[in-house]
């Protein structure tokens, strides 16, 4: 048997975490006492309603923004500030084009100092991902799930031990992104990061993560925690994944409509 690959991840817990904005000089709560507690390597979804607060809850997660109270714990340790050891990776690619692929993935290590430290781990990386041979490629010349592919090794050359994902896959096709989402899973199993996901995507959610968080809509509260005890790799058409798919759906309202 084939031992496991050992924990890269790091434990999250949020202790009674609110945010809020200023909005025309008035306050805009966004989260509502979130209490939370992530182990290492774990693989969490969250679904809700737009602009429920979702993507302010990674932004804070990753340490971009201040909470307005409570506390973000990584590894037991309260931060305050962003960290490579926890990236956060968006809809959009956002690639420098007049970088190459391989140069647009080491942007972050150039920053650090680290290239030259790191130069054979890029190289991992970029067959891990499926771009080995496109490393001299400019941004123009890839396809959607390409560039979004050099997004997601542009992280993992950081060897995270936190991966925040903000609707990563929204923009491709639906083909494209069920392979992505195979991607995906197989890369979280090779290297083990805690992974968190904000999508709108149900069988997304239910295909790649271990608990899927329902929230409510804003201030965002978790209305639901949702385990998915489903074995890795899973099949979309089985029984139990339909089952899933309907105590989701009921979460959020919406079983009546399936």
């Known amino acids: ?114 290239l030259r430290a790191r130069s054979a781990r890029v190289d991992d990386v970029l067959r891990q991902v499926g771009l080995n041979g496109f490393e001299g490629a400019w941004p123009h010349q890839l396809s959607g799930g390409m560039a979004q592919r050099v997004a997601l090794a542009r992280a993992l050359v950081n060897e995270p031990s936190v991966l925040l994902m903000d609707e990563p896959l929204a923009n491709l096709d639906g083909l494209t992104r069920i392979a992505m989402q195979s991607e995906l ?7 083990r990061f805690t992974a968190f996901l904000v999508t709108h995507d149900l069988d997304e959610a239910l295909y790649l993560a271990g608990r899927v968080l329902v929230l409510s809509p804003r201030p965002a509260q978790i209305l639901a925690e949702v385990p998915v005890d489903l074995p890795y790799p899973r099949q979309r058409g089985s029984v139990r994944f339909a089952e899933l798919r309907q105590q989701v759906l009921g979460e959020l309202g919406l079983r009546e409509h399936w």
């Not at 966004?30 to 602009?51: H, M, Q, R, T, Y």
């Not at 899973?185 to 290297?191: K, P």
């Open 1 to 114: 048997m084939v031992a496991a690959p050992p924990l890269r991840g790091a434990s999250i817990q949020l202790a009674k975490l609110s945010h809020q904005f200023v909005l025309h000089g008035q306050p805009l709560p966004v989260l509502d006492v979130i209490d939370l507690a992530v182990g290492p390597g774990e693989f969490v979804a969250l679904l809700g309603p737009s602009g429920c607060g979702k993507s302010t809850l990674l932004r804070l997660i990753a340490g971009l923004e201040r909470p307005y109270s409570g506390r973000v714990f990584v590894d037991k340790q309260q931060i305050g500030v962003p960290d490579p050891s926890r990236i956060l990776v968006f809809q959009d690619p956002t690639l420098y084009p007049w970088r190459t692929v391989r140069q647009n993935v080491t942007v972050g290590l150039e920053a650090r100092g680290l």
């Open 185 to 191: 899973m197989a890369l979280w199993e090779q290297q």
